[in-house]
């Protein structure tokens, strides 16, 4: 959840990739079925759905779909 990153961070407690997978997966929670801006992998693909399988059953039309570790390997990898 959002609030628990925002109250970390202000406490000066140290962000964990755990934290950072969680809160990938709840933004893939809340904009997923429109894929829009608000979802940073969205954002940093050129402004598309990542989708490397080409089959909607298999992963909901993005590799990405509610998975916060693959969401912040994707975000990892644009920063090189």
């Known amino acids: ?3 628990d990153l925002i109250l970390k961070l202000a406490k000066g407690e140290s962000i964990t990739d755990a934290d950072l997978e969680q809160e990938l997966h709840d933004v893939c929670d809340r904009v997923h079925s429109s894929c829009d801006s ?3 992998v969205y954002s940093l693909n050129g402004n598309s759905v990542l989708d ?3 089959d909607f059953n298999v ?3 993005c590799d990405c779909f509610k998975d916060g570790k693959k969401m912040l390997e994707f975000i990892r990898s ?3």
Do not use: Q
Request: charged share 35%; with cysteine; glycine share 14%.
């Open 59 to 61: 992963n909901r039309g």
């Open 52 to 54: 490397t399988a080409k």
């Open 1 to 3: 959840m959002e609030i």
């Open 78 to 80: 644009k920063n090189g």
């Open 38 to 40: 608000d979802c940073p």
